[in-house]
C-alpha cells in the first residue's frame, strides 16, 4: 500500500497507514543498537538528497537512514550546485533524472518544490521541506515520539506555542495529529497564526496557560528574531515574557506531559533553559526518532527487502 | 461583395435568436429571419452556431515595445481574432511605457498596417508609470488614446491621482485605476484565506484591493471623473463599487475572465499559469462577482491578457511573474463561465460587447444591428479541441487551458465584414487582399 508513493505531506496518509509507519519505524530501532548499523534493505537503490536550503539536522538525518538500509546515496546541495550558475530547478531536475534516482528527497525555501519536481521526474518524491508548506517527515516523527510515549492519540491533548505562522513542521503537525484524532489547542499572538487556522481543526487559545490545560504534548516552535523587524512582535523579550514554555506554565500541563520542539531551540526565548534540559523534554529522543521514521518511510515507499525482525 | 451569415444563433443587445445578417460593405446591413440569398451574396453557414458581435477586449498587455520575446502586435492581434475579440486596448505598462504621443501613435500606426484587430491605445497616468509627474495626458489624446492607466502599478500617492483625475476630466477621458496598497500585498503571491494557509503559500488580503478601490471611488466624487476599476476580484470591492453606483458616483468597473473561471482553490498543483494579479478569488467571492455581473454593479469583462515567455512561468510559485495568457481563448473563456455560472449569455455576451462599446464611446461597435461595422463572431458551441500550445496565436502559452480539452470552438472571425480568422484556414491574409484591390 506504500510502494511508489510520493509523500508532499502527511495528509497523504490516513491514520492506519500512519499507524504502520510507527510500527515499522519500531522495528527498525533495533537495528541502530547493533554493533554494525546496516542492513541491506535498499541495496542498488540510488536515493539522491536534493537541498535547495541549507539544513543539516534534516539532511544528516535523512543520510543516515539511507546508508543504514545500504542505498546508493547522492547529495546534491544548492552552495555546490549549478544553481548558484543561474540553473533553473527545471534543468537541474532534468539532468538529474537522466541519472536513474528511484528516489529524491527534496528540501526547498519555496511551498509546492516537491509537487513541481513532479512533473520532470518519475521517481519517489519524499518533501523534507518546503518553505512555509510542509515537513511531513518532521510530522511523522513527532506522531511516532507520541506514540512511543502515550500509545495512543486519541486521548491526546497537543498544545502547540509560537510562531505557527512561518511553521511547516506545525502545519504538519495539525494535519496529522488531526488525522490521528488526538485534540489540538495552539497559542501564538494572532500576527503569528496564518489565515482561518482554526480550519485544521484546532482550537486557538489566548493565552499559553490555557492551550497547555491538561495537556498530554507541550510542542515549541523556533522564534526567528527577524520577525520582530516585519513587525510581528515587538521584542524578544516580550514574546518570552508572554509565549515562552516555562517550568511554571508546564504546570498545567498533565503529570506526565512530554515537552517536544522540532529543533534548533532559542533557549530564553521560546523556551525556558529550564525547561528544555527538564526530564519531561523528549527533544533529543526526536532526533533519534527522526532516523527510524525515515528509514521507516523509504523502506515502505521503496518496497525493500524483507528483514530479519521486521515484517 | 456582400457577406450572408445564414441560420445563426445570435446574441447580442439588439437582437437575440435565429436571424440571418447580412453585410455589404463592411457593416451590417440588415438582420432578419430568412434573408433569400438570390444575388449571389457569399453566405456563411452558422446552424448550430452563436453569432456574437466582436467582442471587445479593454485589458489586454501585448507587450511591445520592450518585451516583444512576450508578445507583439502581431501575435497578439491574431491572437485576439482567434478568440473572436476584434477590438481590443492594451495597457502602457510596456517599455519604454506609453506615456507620450510618440508612441501612442507609434502603436496605432503598426497595428493598422497589420490590418487584424482594431487597437486601442490606453496612455500612462504618470510618466514611466512612476507615480510622481502626470503623463503628457492632453497629448496623447491627441494621438488617440481612450484612458489612462498605470495598469501593473497602483498610482500610490493620493495626491498625485487627485490631480490626475481632475486632469483627465478636463479632457474628458476616463481613469482606470489598479488597484492595490503594495504595502499590503508586497510579499504575497495568493489570495489570503484558507487555502493559502493549506498550500504554504505566502497571502495577499483581500483588502490589499479594496482599500484602494475606497480611495479611489472617494476621489472619483472629490473631482467628478469617470473612474473604471480595473480587475476587481474581492467581495468589499463589489460592495464598495455597488454602494458608489447607489450615491451616483461616475464609477465603473471589470471582471477578467480568470477570476470568473478559478479560485483560490485550484491552486493546489502550484501551477504557475494560475498565479495572477490581482490573485484569484475564494468561491464565496467569486459567487459575488456573479451576481455582481447579473445586476450590473460589474460592468464589463476582460480577458488582462499577460503573456510571458515559457521560461518564466516554469519556476518555482512564488518565483513566477503574475499574469494569464487570454486572448486566443476569450470566446472559449466566455461560454465557461456561462456553462459554470449559470449566466446568461446575453449578459455575458453584452458585457463584453455592448457595455465596452458605450463606455468608450465606439459608436459602430458591440452589438449586432443595421449599420454597425461587421465585426461578428461564429461560434460553434458543441465542438470540442485540444488546447495545444501551437495552436495558439499568442507568444503567452501560459493558460491553465494549456493541454486541456476545451469545449466550444471560434469558426469565423469577420472584420468589416470580411473573415479573417477561419478555424479551417487559420489567419486570413487580409493585408494581400487589400493591396489586391
Ligand atoms: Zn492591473
Redesign the pocket.
Known amino acids: 500500500m506504500f510502494k511508489g508513493r510520493d509523500v508532499i505531506d502527511v495528509d497523504c496518509f490516513n491514520k492506519e497507514e500512519l499507524l504502520r509507519i510507527f510500527q515499522t519505524a519500531e522495528s527498525f530501532k533495533e537495528i541502530l543498537s547493533r554493533p554494525i548499523k546496516k542492513v541491506p534493505a535498499l541495496r542498488g537503490k540510488r536515493v539522491c538528497n536534493l537541498f535547495f536550503e541549507p539544513s543539516t539536522r534534516t539532511r544528516i538525518s535523512f543520510e543516515i537512514a539511507e546508508k543504514t538500509l545500504s542505498a546508493d546515496v547522492t547529495n546534491f546541495t544548492a552552495s555546490t550546485s549549478s544553481l548558484k550558475k543561474g540553473e533553473s530547478f527545471k534543468d537541474t531536475i532534468l539532468t538529474l533524472s537522466a541519472m536513474g534516482i528511484d528516489l529524491y528527497v527534496i528540501r526547498h525555501s519555496e511551498p509546492g518544490a516537491p509537487v513541481m519536481l513532479k512533473r520532470y521526474t518519475n521517481a519517489v518524491v519524499i518533501n523534507a521541506g518546503d518553505g512555509i508548506h510542509a515537513h511531513p517527515t518532521q510530522a511523522i516523527l513527532d506522531g511516532y515520539t507520541v506514540w512511543e510515549k502515550k500509545k495512543d492519540f486519541t486521548n491526546v491533548k497537543i498544545a502547540i506555542i509560537g510562531d505557527i505562522y512561518h511553521s511547516r513542521v506545525a502545519r504538519s503537525d495539525m494535519k496529522m495529529f488531526r488525522i490521528l484524532g488526538s485534540e489540538i489547542s495552539i497559542c501564538a499572538p494572532y500576527t503569528l497564526l496564518p489565515k482561518d487556522v482554526e480550519n485544521y481543526g484546532v482550537t486557538v487559545a489566548k493565552k499559553p496557560e490555557e492551550a497547555i490545560e491538561n495537556a498530554d504534548v507541550v510542542m515549541g516552535l523556533r522564534m526567528q528574531l527577524e520577525r520582530q523587524s516585519s513587525g510581528l512582535f515587538p521584542s524578544l523579550r516580550e514574546y518570552n515574557e508572554m509565549f515562552g514554555i516555562t517550568p511554571e506554565r508546564m504546570k498545567h500541563a498533565k503529570p506526565d506531559a512530554i515537552l517536544m520542539h522540532p529543533g534548533p531551540i532559542n533557549r530564553g526565548v521560546e523556551l525556558d533553559s529550564y525547561t528544555a534540559d527538564a526530564t519531561y523534554s523528549v527533544i533529543p529522543e526526536q532526533v533519534t526518532n527522526g532516523v527510524v521514521t525515515r528509514m521507516a518511510l523509504l523502506y515502505l515507499l521503496l518496497g525493500g527487502v524483507q528483514i530479519e525482525g521486521t515484517d | 461583395m456582400k457577406v450572408l451569415i445564414k441560420g445563426g444563433d445570435l446574441i447580442s443587445h439588439s437582437y437575440v435568436g435565429k436571424y440571418d445578417v447580412l453585410i455589404s460593405d463592411g457593416r451590417i446591413e440588415k438582420v432578419a429571419k430568412d434573408i433569400d440569398n438570390d444575388n449571389g451574396y457569399r453566405e456563411i453557414d452558422a446552424s448550430g452556431c452563436f453569432v456574437f458581435p466582436g467582442f471587445i477586449d479593454m485589458h489586454t498587455h501585448l507587450r511591445e515595445p520592450g518585451f516583444e520575446y512576450r508578445e507583439t502586435l502581431d501575435t497578439g492581434l491574431k491572437a485576439a481574432l482567434h478568440g473572436g475579440v476584434t477590438t481590443l486596448a492594451c495597457m502602457p505598462n510596456t517599455l519604454p511605457a506609453i506615456d507620450n504621443k510618440a508612441n501612442v501613435s507609434f502603436l496605432l500606426g503598426k497595428s493598422k498596417d497589420l490590418h487584424l484587430a482594431d487597437l486601442l491605445v490606453i496612455g500612462a497616468i504618470t510618466k514611466r508609470r512612476e507615480g510622481k509627474e502626470l503623463a503628457n495626458m492632453g497629448e496623447m489624446k491627441m494621438a488617440g488614446v481612450v484612458a489612462f492607466s498605470d495598469?501593473?502599478s497602483p498610482v500610490t500617492n493620493s495626491h498625485i491621482m487627485r490631480r490626475a483625475m481632475e486632469y483627465a476630466k478636463s479632457i474628458d477621458l476616463p481613469v482606470i485605476s489598479?488597484c492595490e496598497v503594495t504595502e499590503l500585498s508586497n510579499g504575497g503571491h495568493m489570495r489570503e484565506g484558507w487555502f493559502s494557509t493549506y498550500f504554504g503559500i505566502y497571502p495577499i488580503p483581500d483588502v490589499a484591493e479594496s482599500i484602494m478601490v475606497a480611495r479611489d471611488i472617494e476621489l472619483s466624487y472629490l473631482t467628478g471623473e469617470r473612474l473604471h476599476i480595473?480587475?476587481v476580484s474581492t467581495k468589499r470591492s463589489v460592495s464598495l463599487v455597488k454602494q458608489a453606483k447607489r450615491d451616483g458616483i461616475p464609477v465603473t468597473c471589470e471582471v477578467t475572465l480568470n477570476h470568473l473561471l478559478f479560485t483560490d482553490e485550484d491552486l493546489f498543483d502550484y501551477d504557475t499559469n494560475k498565479k495572477v494579479?490581482p490573485p484569484l478569488p475564494t468561491r464565496k467571492d467569486q459567487d459575488v462577482l456573479y451576481e455582481a455581473i447579473e445586476d450590473g454593479t460589474i460592468d464589463i469583462l476582460v480577458t488582462?491578457h499577460a503573456p510571458y515567455a515559457p521560461h518564466e512561468k516554469e519556476v518555482e510559485f512564488q518565483r513566477a511573474p503574475f499574469g494569464i495568457s487570454g486572448l486566443d481563448l476569450f470566446s472559449n473563456m466566455l461560454f465557461e463561465v456561462h456553462r459554470r455560472s449559470g449566466i446568461g449569455m446575453r449578459k455575458l455576451v453584452e458585457a463584453a460587447t455592448f457595455v465596452p462599446a458605450r463606455l468608450y464611446r465606439l459608436e459602430d461597435k458591440g452589438d449586432i444591428k443595421e449599420r454597425n461595422l461587421g465585426d461578428l463572431v461564429i461560434f460553434d458551441p458543441t465542438q470540442t479541441w485540444e488546447c495545444l500550445p501551437e495552436i495558439l496565436y499568442s507568444k503567452g502559452k501560459n493558460t491553465p487551458f494549456i493541454g486541456k480539452e476545451i469545449k466550444g470552438k471560434v469558426i469565423a472571425t469577420l472584420k468589416n465584414g470580411e473573415i479573417v480568422y477561419d478555424a479551417e484556414e487559420g489567419m486570413m491574409r487580409r493585408v494581400e487582399e487589400i493591396e489586391a484591390r
Open positions: 495598469d501593473g489598479h480595473a480587475h494579479n488582462d
